[in-house]
Each structure stands twice: as C-alpha cells, then as structure tokens.
C-alpha cells in the first residue's frame, strides 16, 4: 500500500514532500522522484504511545537544523526507537543528545537508501490524511 499511496500523493500533489511512517517497516520520504527508505532501529518494545510523535518532532527539527533527509530519518528511527522502549508518553521522549550518543551495531549501520535528488521542504501526512488521499484517487 506504500507505493500506492506514494503514487497518489505525487500525482495529487506533485510538488509535495511526503514522509510516510510505516509501523515496523520503518519510513519513507519521497520528493518527485527522489526517494529515501529508513528501516527501523531494532528495540525491546515497551509502549510505543510517543513513537510517532517523537518521529514527527525529530523530522522537523532535522529539516530546521539543514540536515540532509538519509540523516533525519536514521535520527528520527532512533528517537522513535528509544521512546518505544520506554513506558509512557512524553516522559519517552528522549533529548537531542541521548539520540546522537546511542550507537548503532554494525548490522544498523547498513541501512539501504534509494536516493535521487533533495529539497528543504516539508508535507507531513498522517495515517487519516492518507486514507483521505487514497480515498481521492480512486
């Protein structure tokens, strides 16, 4: 359903920026045709109630702060990897600082991107938006 989604999205709203979480399969943002896969970080899952959010909220910091989108969405895989490892909603969150000192195993660091081109800008769309979106282009 990824892909039909991301197809709607881009004929829909061609000139969108689209960041789809997609639950254990990890995420993917897509821009024209440019596009880049982020597997999840691995973790003992404990209460995922914050994972989405604290994505959400590290995908915008990254953007503000220049980070290139692969960097963004491996940070936003840890953050949401270490709020669902924990109990509790925004107690979960975990800071800036925690995320950039969690190390990632050999195996982690071989996440795959499918990479073509790059923009600063941003359209989020939540799992409502989306069925909206799908419901639209049938």
Known sequence: EPERI????????PEAQVVLTLGS????????????????????????????DT??????????????????LLRCAKAS???GSRKGAAPSIPYKEEVEAWKLNRKDEEVKWFIMNRRNVLTFFSNCVRMATLTRCE
């Open 25 to 52: 399969d990890g995420s993917v943002y897509q821009y024209k045709e440019e596009r880049y896969v982020q597997e999840i970080i691995k973790v003992k899952a404990v209460d995922t109630t914050a994972a989405g």
């Open 6 to 13: 991301l197809s709607c999205m881009k004929k829909t709203y």
């Open 81 to 83: 990897g270490i709020a």
């Open 55 to 72: 994505f959400t909220g590290y995908f915008v910091a990254g953007l503000l702060e220049g980070k290139s989108i692969p960097d963004t």
